[in-house]
């Protein structure tokens, strides 16, 4: 899994479709809840959800706290929040900005303090 990583590191911003389905394959056949949120952030980032600059490096580190035979239950659990927290962007979908649409329609705003009747 290290060398797979390192490749998409190396590689980055283009990924290899192989590389990345070889990766997942084996985080999906690891199962543990860590290797389980490693392949979703990794999903995340092939779909351009999540930004590969950030992902990348943080995945390659909970790659290594995944597969530490001396890495105790807090030290992957810390690995796999600190990833957790890799959620997709706001209107990553879109490619772009989202515009606000005001509840207030433009023409009932004055300047100034209204009248007083």
């Not at 957790?84 to 772009?96: F, M, Q, S, V």
Request: charged share 25%; proline share 8%; glycine share 6%.
């Amino acid at each position: 899994m290290t060398e797979l990583i390192n490749a998409l590191i190396e590689s980055a911003p283009a990924r290899d479709r192989a590389t990345v389905e070889a990766l997942l394959g084996k985080l999906r056949a690891n199962g543990t809840a860590l290797a389980l949120t490693i392949a979703r952030i990794l999903e995340y980032v092939d779909e351009d959800l999540v930004d590969a600059g950030v992902a990348l490096p943080a995945l390659a580190e909970a790659i290594d706290a995944l597969l530490d035979p001396h890495a105790n239950a807090a030290a992957k659990a810390a690995a796999d929040y600190r990833i957790a927290t890799l959620e997709p962007r706001p209107d990553a979908n879109r490619g772009g900005t989202a515009f606000v649409v005001p509840d207030v329609p433009v023409g009932s705003l004055s300047r100034g303090r209204p009248p007083r009747t």
